[in-house]
């Protein structure tokens, strides 16, 4: 079992000096690398997508609020897509959604520090305050390639065919493809920091109450068909003549309930050290999202 070590929070009001974060050891940074400057174009067109995710952990009282941001971004506009990685540290209480690809996960992030962090679009390091403008950022310029997930179920058994497309050609790219499960209306209590302060409205939840009973988590983090880091794809599949590549994945849900679950596909160009979602897609568990 991997060892986690976690310096808790002491929060000082003195000097305006503020920790907003549970910590681990380690630093943090965003990592560095060339725009995303496609060859060409054709006249297909794909919706941009953003994908972040949330590391968090019912234990950590500053977690709350990234999650409520993330959640009234994907309210209004569903092109948010979220996952999140809840990492039972076990102290000061467990975590009921603690996943065993958290420390795998955490490890792509560039100096990976604490709780609650953003990863955007697998690019941008984010805090709980700043991860709408971080969100927003990845859902600028145009959508380079796509994808379409069909689903079914039978049993306990989830199947998914993920179809990709490409408007620019990716040839000498490194590109990969990472398909996961998260499931969504998952009740936890949830430690909470932001009672009666200053960070949040005083008719926020978070305002009100110093420990969150019946916490809502969405798109809590269940289970990767792929590796977390993805799975690579043809170079012959990601030209722009659109040449489609398909990966065929199954999920086990009879630990979840089905109709809370959805699936998630993301695209990674990778280019050395750096890193960049170029596209995501989600759908409800048994139902099918075309390109689009």
């Given amino acids: 079992m991997k060892m986690k070590w976690v310096f808790y929070l002491t929060c000082s009001l003195s000097l305006g000096v503020l920790m907003t974060s549970c910590s681990k050891s380690g ?17 297909l067109s794909f919706t941009k997508k953003v994908f972040v995710e949330d590391f968090t952990g019912a234990w950590c009282g500053w977690c709350p609020l990234m999650a409520w941001n993330l959640d009234s971004m994907r309210r209004i506009n569903p092109k948010v897509i979220v996952a999140a990685v809840h990492d039972d ?9 603690g996943t065993s690809y958290a420390g795998q996960i955490e490890d792509l992030v560039p100096g990976f520090q604490g709780f ?15 991860v709408p403008q971080s969100t ?15 689903s079914s179920i039978s049993g306990n058994t989830l199947s998914a065919k993920i179809t990709t497309g490409f408007v620019s050609n990716y040839s000498s790219s490194v590109i990969k493809l990472a398909v996961m499960l998260v499931e969504d209306s998952l009740l936890s209590t949830q430690h909470n920091y932001y009672f009666h302060t200053n960070y949040v409205s005083h008719s926020s939840p978070l305002w009100q109450n110093q420990t969150l009973y019946n916490w809502e988590n969405n798109g ?19 030209t722009m003549n659109n040449e489609s590549y398909t990966k065929n994945v199954t999920f086990n849900l009879a ?12 695209l990674i160009k990778e280019n050395g050290s ?19």
Avoid at 89 to 97: A, C, I, K, L, M
Avoid at 116 to 130: A, S
Avoid at 257 to 264: F, Q, T, V
């Fill in 89 to 97: 540290v076990g102290n000061p209480v467990n975590d009921p959604f």
């Fill in 116 to 130: 609650p962090t953003g990863f955007v679009n697998r690019k941008i390091v984010t805090d709980q305050f700043n």
């Fill in 255 to 266: 630990s979840y309930n089905p109709a809370n679950c959805r699936i998630i596909a993301i």
């Fill in 274 to 292: 750096y890193t960049e979602v170029l596209n995501a897609q989600d759908v409800k568990a048994g139902e099918t999202q075309l390109f689009d």
């Fill in 220 to 238: 809590v983090l269940r289970s990767y068909a792929t590796s977390v880091s993805g799975d690579l794809v043809p170079s012959d599949k990601t």
């Fill in 27 to 43: 630093g943090n940074g965003t990592p560095d690398g060339p725009p995303d400057t496609p060859d060409s174009t054709t006249n």
């Fill in 136 to 150: 927003n950022s990845g859902l600028s310029g145009t959508a380079t390639a796509g994808l379409q997930i069909e």
